[in-house]
């Protein structure tokens, strides 16, 4: 009797166990993810309110749960602004009990962000930054630099341009870590391929009036006037630098960050002929069609890479989530390394040990009001740039990550 009675109370203790094993595999019981953006400020259209429905429709493309708790998407506005973004963030953490954080325009924010995420042992899946240092000598094995950088972006546009004869350049460069950096490594670039760097002027975000910024190029007299900005900068630099005649002058316009929201801002007749490199765009295939005519009906614009990207990274930390049997952020962080990346937009991605994801990029050139048939027919993909072939080799790393 004593023998049944102790074998009863084993079964019950270990069923108890598995019981406690198995709702621990999601902490707190749901899986939440913050998407930290810029709902109000210069950045708004590129990522904002469409990178909270992009998350939503991965989410929705996923199911409503993974290892059978729910999935949650919360949003904030960082405001563009560093103190706003690290103030949600640390409560996200120490009272919203939030998994992993996304999106999070503006690299001077998400580089604190990631700093934090590493320190509490969270999960960053960044697609609206471009600072190439989030993934060089400031690696972290907690994030995901999903998108796109400043090196891929000026590898793929600047060697696209010189070998069309764009020799000399002159820079209007966004005075804060993204527009830094992206100023740098288009530098190196142009450097190593011949050209040569004329000079460069800094202004302050959310610019209104650049006037003496474009005269400044324009006296340079450079062959190529390159604008290392985002958003509502860049949408009023080229416009005016339009009005200033730079292009009936004779000189290039390269947007080294432009989005198809920024195309539909400038318009066609201004913009055409501007050359620019982007992780997706919506009119590839009939899958990125369909996906982006869905997201559309839900936003009223075509989405931009940074919410394509947005919505591929929570797909894709999900999966990771599924296969390791749980949300804790080492396993699923192995798993997402271990997985291909695959979704509408990205195929045969993959995620190095240093957070960068390896997918293809795209250097495309703005058509002529002549040459668009629809609405948003804005793009003409001149080239497709393998990952490996744009993003920063293994070998010019400082990430301490990678092996070498």
């Known amino acids: 009797m004593r023998g049944l009675l102790a074998c009863a109370m084993l079964a019950a203790m270990t069923s108890a166990a598995m019981t406690t094993a198995a709702s621990a595999q999601v902490s707190d019981d749901v899986v939440r993810i913050g998407v930290l953006t810029d709902l109000s400020s210069w950045g708004r259209d590129n990522s904002g309110p469409g990178s909270v429905e992009a998350a939503k429709m991965a ?3 996923f199911g409503p749960t993974v290892l059978g708790k729910p999935i949650e ?7 563009m602004k560093t103190d706003v973004g690290v103030q949600v963030v640390r409560g996200w953490f120490d009272n919203g009990k939030v998994d992993a954080v996304v999106d999070i325009p503006n690299s001077g924010i998400a580089i604190a962000v990631h700093n934090m995420v590493r320190e509490r042992n969270k999960i960053a899946l960044l697609s609206g930054p471009g600072a190439s240092s989030l993934t060089d000598e400031l690696c972290s094995p907690n994030t995901v630099h999903f998108t796109y950088d400043t090196y891929a972006l000026s590898k793929v546009t ?8 764009g020799k000399s350049w002159y820079f209007i460069t966004a005075d804060y870590a993204f527009g830094q950096q992206l100023e740098k490594d288009a530098t190196r670039f142009i450097n190593e391929m011949g050209g040569k760097v004329l000079g460069s002027v800094r202004h302050p975000t959310n610019t209104a009036d650049f006037s003496s910024f474009a005269l400044q190029a324009q006296s340079s007299k450079a062959d190529v006037v390159a604008f290392a900005n985002a958003g509502q900068d860049t949408d009023n630099a080229i416009k005016q630098s339009g009005e200033f005649g730079l292009v009936q002058g004779g000189q290039k316009l390269v947007g080294l960050l432009m989005f198809d929201t920024d195309v539909h801002a400038i318009g066609l ?11 997706s765009y919506w009119n590839m295939d009939e899958a990125t069609r369909a996906w982006s005519k869905k997201f559309c009906a839900r936003t009223n614009v075509m989405p931009t890479m940074i919410q394509t990207g947005v919505y591929g990274s929570v797909l894709h930390y999900l999966k990771g989530i599924k296969a390791a049997g749980t949300d804790d952020p080492a396993k699923v962080m192995a798993k997402m390394r271990e997985l291909p990346i695959e979704d509408t937009f990205v195929h045969g991605g993959r995620l190095r040990e240093d957070g960068r994801v390896i997918r293809d990029m795209y250097l495309a050139k703005v058509k002529s009001p002549e040459q668009s048939k629809e609405p948003w027919d804005y793009l003409e993909i001149v080239k497709t740039v393998k990952g490996e072939d744009a993003f920063r080799p293994v070998s010019e790393s400082k990430c301490p990550l990678l092996k070498k």
């Open 59 to 61: 989410v929705e493309e």
């Open 269 to 279: 007749k201004a913009a055409q002929g501007t050359y620019m490199t982007t992780a």
């Open 158 to 165: 600047a060697s696209a341009v010189i070998k069309e004869g």
């Open 73 to 79: 998407i919360i949003s904030a506005d960082h405001q």
